[in-house]
């Protein structure tokens, strides 16, 4: 049975950094590879953090209806492909969508039951600190991700959880919390909780 988690947060917010640690740590998640049109950054390899791909090929992509949601966020396209949730179904893993808040409302909006989780930075100031310090942008494109930070926040209230990644440790411990509380549903243990109770009747 596979869970969706979905999380979503201004960028540089520091939803990857959360999403590293807990696919290191946590075992049977699988991180959805989403398509984009941005440019790889240093250190991101293709097909691990992304597809990257041309804007006509994820043009030809959208005809085909090869999405599941897909959205604009700052001058690129992005978008998950129904292919990822079916292989995480196949695999009997869970499934970790890092998706900015058009994305997510798709999936809300299709029905599509999930944890959403928002992940926002303690205060503005400190998100343009951490997207300077990333170093990853140019002064134009980070402009562009601080304007675009105003309008994501704003849609948190579309979330269940709220995780505040002021201290690190923290924040991670409350994302890992939310991990193993979901998969201790009832729904979820159905299958070990079989063998215990019969073992009651032997
Ligand atoms: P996102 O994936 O949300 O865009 P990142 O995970 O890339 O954000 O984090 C943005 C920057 O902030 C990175 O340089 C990261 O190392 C740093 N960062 C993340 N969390 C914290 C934190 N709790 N305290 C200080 N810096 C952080
Ligand atoms: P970045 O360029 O920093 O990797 O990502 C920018 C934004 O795009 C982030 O908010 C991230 O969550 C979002 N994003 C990444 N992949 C997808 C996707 O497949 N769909 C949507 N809607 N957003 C995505």
Do not use: W
């Amino acid at each position: 049975m596979t869970t969706l988690f979905v999380l979503s947060g201004p960028s540089g917010a520091g939803k990857s950094v959360l999403i590293r640690r807990i696919l290191e740590d946590l075992p049977n998640i699988r991180f959805s590879v989403s398509s984009t049109t941005r440019a790889p950054r240093p250190g991101e390899t293709d097909g691990v953090n992304y597809h990257f791909i041309s804007r006509e090929q994820f043009q030809r992509d959208v005809e085909a209806d090869y999405f599941l949601e897909h959205a604009q966020f700052s001058g690129n396209c992005y978008g998950t492909s129904r292919r990822e949730l079916e292989e995480a179904g196949e695999a009997g893993q869970d499934l970790l969508l890092d998706i900015e808040v058009q994305g997510a409302r798709q999936l809300q909006e299709k029905g599509i039951e999930a944890v959403y989780i928002f992940v926002t930075p303690p205060s503005y100031a400190e998100l343009e600190r951490r997207l300077r310090s990333r170093n990853t942008e140019d002064e134009a494109a980070i402009q562009r991700r601080l304007r675009q930070s105003v309008e994501d926040v704003a849609h948190v209230h579309r979330y269940q959880f709220v995780i505040v990644n002021d201290n690190l440790e923290e924040a991670y411990s409350r994302l890992r919390s939310i991990f193993v509380a979901e998969r201790s549903r009832l729904r979820r243990m159905e299958s070990e909780l079989n063998a215990i109770l019969a073992s009651f009747h032997n």
